[in-house]
């Protein structure tokens, strides 16, 4: 059975990741070409592209910490950055390029798009993937009644029958004329009962 919140964290990491991927394009875009066209240490026309892909991390970030739609958070970024990382690499180029349009942002040079074409994609995304997926998993185990998980682990057992190994009490071999049940005596060895009072 699958985490509701976590599928809805699924379809937030879609979108989140999408809108982070044009962003990243337009900043990272708009960082590069500043830093050619001005050969000096002037930090101040690329500062704030810089500072705008810091807090796109650190969104990104914020929501896959978060312990409810986290996990989904991150398995739907994965998802959408490995998707589109491998059919930017193996679709025609022309059909590259309009697809690339898809995270143009209003204003935006499509030439820009063009760095998203180096494979970093991929990796990031299988990357964001794998770890989502595992930890989605790893809650919906948590999630389960624990009786669901006995059943499991030993077939034929259900809720309302309790496990063989508990609440099975101690009882050990009565001797003939032995008030309470108790370790059997050695040979010869008169009981409790038996003894001169």
Known sequence: MGNPKALAGLVVGVVVGWLAVA???YAGTQLYTRRLQRFDTDQS???PYLVALIAIGLVLGLLMSVSSIGSGVMTGVGLLMTVV???LQV???R????AVKLFELPGQNTRGLILLMD???VVVGVLLLVAGARRMVAESRRSMPPYYLDSRAQP???PHQPSQHSQQPAHYPQQPGQIW???PQPPGRPGPQDRPH
């Open 23 to 25: 962003l990243t394009a």
């Open 181 to 183: 049940p108790g370790p």
């Open 85 to 87: 990382g491998v059919a």
């Open 156 to 158: 034929g057992l259900y």
């Open 91 to 93: 679709l025609p180029i």
């Open 45 to 47: 026309a690329t500062l």
């Open 95 to 98: 059909t590259t390029i309009d």
């Open 119 to 121: 494979g970093a994609l």
